[in-house]
Every structure is written in structure tokens, then in C-alpha cells.
């Protein structure tokens, strides 16, 4: 049974790396789905020359322009829903959403987080995990909830802590994983293979770990 392409919106705040990533893996069929469009909270940022150069509408919501959090949300959940969109994805997205945003698209929006989630939720994660001497580091894809960076867990990818690891190479190394996982999440959502149940989160029927899939 063929499974219907799916609609996807990326939203970001920044560079748009892991966009390209997504790019990549839609405009070579890997992915079945498109992303239908991009959003930022912030003008002139490369994500958005990303989004024109493959052809994707580029959207900007400039959150400086609405009087408060709920507002900008209210205005980027009309925006979105707009696109009609099957998957929503957060992409370098530096914003803290409202919990009404968040559950009116609960099971169909990701984040991707550098850290080896449920460690260093929030910023500075490179900083923290070579501070506390950790062996190993890494990234998260999850499902988006209320509770910040406290999605249930779909992907993990980890690399090494070596001695002399600076904060910079560390994050070299973990981007370059964050765009193998990130695709692949996406990959199996628009495949129709990973859901969120009430139970956690499945994949072609089964149940993953907490700790999500690790590759």
C-alpha cells in the first residue's frame, strides 16, 4: 500500500544546517515528503536563503512584532496550519513554545537537541558535558511537548569525549550527527513507521526504549 507524500514546515531561527540536511534527503526521494515551507522568528538569517535557493516559500514571523509569547504563538500556529502540514518540524527553532501551541500539533512535531537527552537539557551542552568529564556526547531527535526538551525520545546518535575535545570540535562532531539522525526520524514519520502512542513511541509497532533508538 503506497503511503501518501507528506506535508512538511521546518521552523528555524538561524543558519539552517540541519534544514539542508532535510533538503537533501526530500529532493532525493529518500524522504517521502516536502517541506511545504520555512518559517523563522528572525529576519535576514540563512536558513531563510536556504529555503528560496531549493525553491521552498520562506516565511518570516518576526516575534519582536507581537506583545507577547502567546501572541507570536497564536499568530505562528495560524501561519503554519495554513500549509496544512503533516509534520512540523523545529530546526535551530530558539523560541520557548506555549503549551497550547505545543498540544495542538502533539505527535507531529520533532526537536533535535545536542545533548544525550534526558543529560543537559537546555544551553550550553557541549560546555556542560566536557565540564562534568563526560566519556561520550551526542544528540537527540524527539517528540515535542510541553515540558522543554522532555519529549519522548526517538533518536539518539553519540560520539566521543576524547582529553583535549574543545567545545568547538565537539560541536562539529555532534552536528555532523544531528544531520544523519534528523533525516532518518523524518524519514520513518513521513513513512508511516514511527508514531507517539500514549504508551511512548513506536516503530512499525513496537515499542522503543525511553532512551529512544540509538545508531
Known sequence: MSVTQKRIVVLLSGSGSNLQALIDATQSGRINGRIVAVISNKPGVRGLERARDAGIDALLLDHTQHESREAFDGALQALIDQQEPDLIVLAGFMRILTADFVRHYLGRMFNIHPSLLPKYKGLHTH?????????????????????????????????????????????????????????????????????????????????????????
Not at 154 to 181: F, G, K, N, W, Y
Open 127 to 215: 560546555q556542560r558535558a566536557i565540564e562534568a568529564g563526560d566519556s561520550e556526547h551526542g544528540c537527540t531527535v524527539h517528540f515535542v511537548t510541553p515540558e522543554l526538551d522532555g519529549g519522548p525520545l526517538i533518536l539518539q546518535a553519540a560520539v566521543p569525549i576524547a582529553a583535549d575535545t574543545s567545545i568547538e570540535s565537539l560541536q562539529q562532531q555532534v552536528q555532523v550527527r544531528e544531520h544523519d539522525i534528523y533525516p532518518l526520524a523524518v524519514e520513518w514519520f513521513c513513512a508511516e513507521r514511527l508514531t507517539l502512542e500514549a504508551t511512548g513511541v513506536t516503530l512499525d509497532g513496537i515499542q522503543l526504549p525511553a532512551s529512544g533508538q540509538r545508531v
